[in-house]
Every structure is written in C-alpha cells, then in structure tokens.
C-alpha cells in the first residue's frame, strides 16, 4: 500500500486544505496523474500518484486543514485498471412470477419489473398493480409542470466557503487599508509614441523573439528606471527601520479562476524588452493553470497592476505589504487634448500610484510618477537613460 502524502510546505506557509479530489476511491489512476490539490494561501500544490494504482482510502475530505507529510489516502499498487462486470440492462433482469398475460402487458407498456411491487402471494405482479402503476404514471405527465429552476433562482442564496487563496487576499487587502497611511496620485499619459513604435516593429520584433511586443515591458522598463531614481519607492518599512532594497523585483497583478496573484519578475533592471515579455507571458499562463509555485510568489518591491486590460478607466490600487507602493495603470481611450493650442485626438491613459505616506511624500510620489509618464512618453529616454 503506497501513501499519499502533502507536499513539504514552504516555511512561510503554516498549513494548507484539501481543496479537491480528482478521483474517488476505487479509481484507477495512471504514475504522475493528479490525485488531489492542496491550496495554501499562495499558491495551488498538486499532487501526483507516484505509482500506478487504484485509490483505496481517503483520509482527508476536501475543506480538511493539513500540514506537511500529512496523510491524504492510500494508494494500491496496480498496473492496470480491473476489469468491471458489465452491468445488465432492465430486459436481462427476470420479472417476477406474474401470468403471461400480466408479462404481455408490461411489455407492451414498456414496464420494468423493477418499478412494480407486486402485491399477490410472494411478490407477484398481477394486473392491477400494472394498472394502478399505468394510472399514477398517467397522473404525473397530465399534472401542470413547474418550472423548478426558474422558480428556485429568482428568490435563493448559494453560500460556498471561501478558498484559502481568496482568504488571504481578504486580509491582506484589509491589512493594508488599515495599517498603512494610503494615498494615491494620478497623471495621464500620451501612448502614441509607444503604440507607434509597437507598430512600426512588432512584426520584426516577433520573427526574432517569438513573441509579440506589448505594452507590460515597457511599462516594467519605465518603473525600475523610476525605482533607480527614487530609492523611497523600492523600500519598505521593518519596525522603526527603513529597508531600502538595492534590487529590482517587480510583482504583476495576474487575475485567476482563484482570485487575483501577484507573481515576481526578478531583477527587471537586467532583462530585456523581450525576456519582460516572456517572463509575463509564462507567469500569466501558470497563474491561469494554478502551476505557480511559492518561490514565484514571494517577494517583489514594487507592484504593477493592469486594469485596463478589463476596460477600467480609472481606480485606486491598493498597496501590497509590506512594499510601499502600487502603479495601476488603465484602459488607452482616444480623448480631445490641447497641443501647441490645438484640440488633437490622442490614445491617452490614467496612471495611479498610491503610496504609503509613512515613508514616501507628496513630492517624492508626484515626480516619480513624472517621471514613469516622461519615459512612456518618450521611450528612447529608456535607451538613452536620461
């Protein structure tokens, strides 16, 4: 008998649940197919039946709290699934003694012995039950039909337990509402400049790169230049210490069937409009498919969310501790501005950035967001670094 065991837990990560089964006992499962997924409250682990078998137990329902190499079920070893008896169908059952013209009625009617109790002497069938079970069954098909579902949905509550993941992002966001002093600013940015230059090299951009330039990278590039210049942004505070970080780890808000995930780019000053892109590309695909794991969650000084992607216009990001600022950006919509005296039609977007006010001023917050909008505006400042 082989056990099913939790994963080992990251020591940041006290317990998990059981948050579904993939099979039920007696299943045969193939080597490496997922028997079951622990949820923490970072990341979704699944786990892989280590050998061929049939699952014999189970020993932790879904909703269970668990700890690490905590017993889930038992497997037993098999290297092929048994073989099922076929089941018989309602004809190969023999009816129950009954006379043959009470056997000639039920199969013209189409009745099953099964759906009689037959009333006479040892069970047996006689015509009056068949027309007494005729005539219910009649009953039933003339009575007027209610539309259940209908009926049921317009005045009725679904309650479902929360999942670990939506948990914890429950208490973090009300953490950071509650013990930070939050404040956001906003700016507007002219994007014609960089869905220009999108334009004009996105088809030799992807022949070489394999993949399509987007707006994130250039986003990621604007903010670690900006972090550059303000150290404030990419610092947190510990206690009564500041904790300035020399390091460029940004997180990007990914939204998932379970909730919304913040994975880490790490050192983004290093890498290239290309490998931003598929860095994003690859954590996005994992949030979606839960395969994100808990080192690339951990971390990041800085966070990046994309609102706009859904159609926002504008909003106010909310910090994620213990970093000290969050940039929203938003929906690019075409909008009458004046230049050089001139209403002209440009694909305009809101920044914000909020901030924790305990460590980052006013001034600070205003110029680094100047800042992210001068480099969006003009990204040859990102080449050039100026």
Do not use: C
């Amino acid at each position: 008998m082989i056990d099913i065991l939790v994963p080992e837990l990251p020591e940041s990560v006290a317990d998990a649940s059981v948050a579904v089964w993939h099979k039920e006992v007696g299943d045969f499962v193939e080597r490496d197919e997922v028997l079951v997924e622990i949820e923490t409250d970072k990341v979704v682990l699944e786990v892989p039946a280590s050998e061929s078998g049939i699952l014999q137990e189970i020993a932790e329902e879904q909703g269970a709290t668990v700890l690490s190499k905590q017993l889930l079920g038992k497997l037993e070893a098999a290297e092929t699934a048994p073989e099922i008896p076929e089941a018989k169908s309602e004809k190969d059952v023999q009816v129950a003694d009954a006379s043959p013209s009470v056997r000639r009625l039920m199969h013209e009617k189409d009745i099953a012995a099964q759906d009689i109790n037959g009333s006479g002497k040892g069970g047996v069938i006689t015509r009056d039950d068949v027309e007494q079970y005729r005539k219910v069954q009649n009953q039933q098909a003339t009575a007027p039909q209610v539309d259940i579902v209908a009926a049921v949905a317009a005045r009725s509550d679904k309650r479902v337990p929360m999942t670990r993941l939506r948990k914890r992002v429950a208490e973090r966001l009300l953490a950071a509402k509650n013990s930070t002093a939050m404040l956001t600013t906003f700016n507007e940015v002219n994007m014609q400049p960089i869905m220009a230059l999108r334009q004009k090299y996105q088809e030799i951009f992807e022949k070489k790169h394999g993949i399509r330039l987007g707006f994130m990278s250039f986003y990621v590039k604007a903010v670690t230049e900006a972090l550059k210049r303000y150290p404030e942004m990419n610092a947190a505070i510990d206690g009564d210490d500041i904790v300035y970080h020399n390091f460029f780890d940004i997180s990007i808000a990914v939204a998932t069937p379970r909730g919304l995930v913040t994975p880490v780019l790490r050192d983004t000053d290093s890498l290239t409009l290309a490998e931003i892109e598929k860095e994003i590309r690859s954590l996005a695909v994992k949030g979606k498919d839960a395969k994100l794991t808990v080192d690339e969650m951990t971390g990041g000084n800085f966070t990046i969310t994309n609102g706009g992607v859904f159609g926002s216009l504008l909003s106010t990001p909310i910090i994620n501790p213990p970093q000290a600022a969050i940039l929203g950006m938003h929906k690019i919509q075409d909008r009458p501005m004046a230049v050089a005296g001139k209403v002209e039609i440009l694909p305009m977007m809101y920044l914000a950035l909020s901030y924790d006010h305990r460590l980052i001023d006013g001034k600070e917050s205003v110029h680094f967001l100047v800042t992210i909008k001068e480099l969006l505006e003009d990204p040859a400042r990102l080449l050039l670094d100026i």
